[in-house]
Structures are given as structure tokens and as C-alpha cells.
């Protein structure tokens, strides 16, 4: 039986120098790569016209790219901590690069779900595996380096609503295809970070991780399991209806243009990228948990307050809301880490395909509660979800233990 690689947990890595470097490299890649992926939602007015798409089609099209993204990382992740594929990051790129391209041009809804579901794929196998370039790269700091991982990403989601409003809804879509040179690039980058990596893996001797985890029953383990999908529920379905719907939301309540709606949404996502820069850390000095608690749970004011505030507080409102809600991924990550050592491909693969996935379902279901009742009956449904936060005082302290 083979023996997962499990770096971090080794007590000659944890004095290693903090990979600052590849961390930027490896978050640089990631906000290149969300980036892209966020054009996709970016576009839902564009195509909404353009091929006639009622709420639903538009539904299905997240949910297209997020399951297709979420079903394969977590079998990605596990075949990963076995077997690790270093170089695996350069041909998902590859991946998003050819849906770039076949979106830019597709003259149909169904060609439309085959360029999603290609860069949902890129984005499978992109995830999981530099999430353990990032841990790998740490030297024990984990939440900051998770941190550093996934502002990229955050950071690029948000570039992606301000680039499609400057760029593809004024020049058509076609001028996506000219996108697929950033993931060429980042190719380029990818494949030196797979170098880095192969290398050091070389240099990585596998060990047992000891954790508390470890002395918990199957019963004991699954329930904090549990709770953190109601958690991942939670954010990832409220964060849907910002993602897919926020533009249509202020566009009928507020009949603003599709360039102003777009701008908005880069407001919110720029607060998603702060508050996960601060989450990590925050988990590292704090205490994963209480962040996790507060972050999800402290957001309902804001949430409650949303769907009747006016045009001028709506903006600050979902930039509270982002900042406070995306600070829970990384501690959350880090968390479940922590309950599953030598799992970290794995892990890692579950918890952002489970984003994925609660986001794609969460897209699909309020598409058809738009269609039905009304965009605004979205963001009143959706107010409540938060509450669900409050399940986070019943997770287990995850202390690691050192070997020595």
C-alpha cells in the first residue's frame, strides 16, 4: 500500500523558508484562471440576448461549468495524493484555453454547455492541485498561504465582470477569444510551477501526519464533515445569487445599464477578495472555528438588510457581505485539512468541487425562482441562509500535533 505525501506535517518542512515566490507565482495563475471563468457569468446578459436564453438556460449554464468542475476535483485530488502529477496544471490550463475559444464562437446553446463544461474541466484539475502547491509551499503557515492561493482567484473573479464590461460587451462576443492569450501565458507559468514542484516533491520524505483527527471514531470524524457542507451550502448558494443574478437584480430595481450593473458586481467581488485575504491569517491567530462561525453567521444583518436598501446603500451592503462571507473558505479549507491529514489533494478537491457544485445547483434553482416569482424573491430567499452559520459552534477543536 502506498503512503500519501504529506509534506507539511514533517518537521523538517515546517522550518523551511515561507515560499513567497511560488506562492505568487501559483496565485498569479489563480487570478488568471478565475479571471476566465468569471467572464462566463459576466456574459449572461450578452448570450441572455444574443441567443434569446430565457432564466433557466441561464441556470443551466452555470450549472454545466460548476458540476463539471465539481465532480471531477475531488477525483482529481485523491488520485493526486497517490500519484502526484506536477505538470497536470499546464494541460488544464490547456483545457480552459480551447473553451475560451469555443465560447467566443458558439453559434448554439448546446455548442455554448460543450466551451463551459471545457473550462470547467481546466478548472478541475487546476484547483486541487495548487491548493498543494500552496501547502507545500507554506512552511506551516497554512491559513496565509491559502490566503495568498485563493486572493489570486478572488481577485480575478473580480477582474472578470470589469473586463467583460470594457471589453466583450462593448467589442461583441467574439473578442473573448482574445482572452485565450492570458491562458496561454499562464500556461507558460504553470509549467515552471510544475517544475518547482516535481522537485521539490523529490525532496519530501513520506510520513504518517498525527493529529487529534486521528484518535476520533468514523462517527467522530463525519459529523464535523457534516456541518462543514451545511456551511459550504450556505456560502456558496448565497454567493450564487450574487454571481449569476446581482446585474439582473439591479438592472430591474434600479434600471441601471448593463455597464453600471457590471461595475456593482465588481464592487462585491472586490470585497470577496479582501475578506480572504484576511480569513486565512485570521484562522492562523484566532482560531479557524471562531472565524468560521463569524464570518458565515455575522453576515446575516447585512443579508436581512439587502433587498430593501436603496441604490446608494446596495453597493456598500454586498461589499460588506462579500468581505465577511469569503473570509470562511479559507479557514474552512484549512480546517478540514487539519480533521483529514495525508489528505490534502483530496480535501482539497472535495471542498472546492463542493463550492462548485452548491453554486452551480444554487444558480439553477434561483433561476427557475427568478423565472417564477420575480429576481427580487431571490435575494429575499436567499437573506436567510446565513443563519445556517450558527451550526459552526459545534465543530471540534483540530489541534495539530507536531512529531517529534
Known sequence: MKTAIQPTHHPVEDKETFGFKILSAISLCHFMNDMLQSLIPAMYPLLKESLSLSFTQIGVITLTYQVTASLLQPAVGIYSDVRPQPYSLFFGMGSTLIGLVCLAFAPHFSMLLMAVALVGMGSSVFHPESSKVARLASAGKFGLAQSIFQVGGNAGTAMGPLLA????????????????????????????????????????????????????????????????????????????????????????????????????????????????????????????????????????????????????????????????????????????????????????????????????????????????????????????????????????????????
Not at 486565512?280 to 484566532?286: N, Q, S, W
Not at 462579500?322 to 489528505?343: C, R
Request: net charge positive; charged share 10%; with cysteine.
Open 165 to 404: 464590461a470594457l471589453v466583450v460587451i462593448r467589442k461583441g462576443r467574439e473578442s473573448i477569444a482574445w482572452f485565450a492569450l492570458v491562458a496561454l501565458f499562464a500556461m507558460t507559468v504553470l509549467w515552471h510551477v510544475g517544475g518547482w514542484y516535481k522537485r521539490k516533491l523529490a525532496t519530501v520524505r513520506p510520513t504518517a501526519a498525527v493529529s487529534d483527527a486521528t484518535k476520533r471514531s468514523p462517527i467522530q470524524a463525519l459529523i464535523p464533515l457534516v456541518i462543514l457542507l451545511v456551511l459550504i451550502f450556505s456560502k456558496f448558494f448565497y454567493t450564487a445569487s450574487l454571481n449569476s443574478y446581482y446585474t439582473f437584480y439591479l438592472m430591474e430595481k434600479f434600471h441601471l445599464s448593463v455597464k453600471s450593473a457590471q461595475l456593482h458586481l465588481f464592487v462585491f467581488l472586490a470585497g470577496v477578495a479582501l475578506g480572504t485575504i484576511l480569513g486565512g491569517p485570521a484562522g492562523d491567530r484566532f482560531g479557524r472555528k471562531r472565524v468560521i462561525l463569524l464570518s458565515i453567521s455575522g453576515v446575516a444583518p447585512f443579508t436581512l438588510a439587502l433587498p430593501y436598501a436603496s441604490l446608494f446603500w446596495t453597493g456598500p451592503l454586498t461589499f460588506i457581505i462579500g468581505l465577511i462571507l469569503s473570509s470562511a473558505f479559507p479557514a474552512i479549507l484549512v480546517y478540514a485539512q487539519e480533521l483529514y491529514p495525508g489528505k490534502v489533494g483530496m480535501v482539497s478537491g472535495l471542498f472546492f468541487g463542493l463550492g462548485f457544485g452548491m453554486a452551480g445547483i444554487g444558480a439553477a434553482v434561483l433561476g427557475k425562482l427568478a423565472d417564477v416569482h420575480g429576481i427580487t424573491a431571490v435575494y429575499h430567499v436567499c437573506s436567510f441562509l446565513p443563519f445556517l452559520g450558527i451550526f459552526a459552534v459545534f465543530l471540534p477543536d483540530v489541534r495539530r500535533r507536531k512529531i517529534r
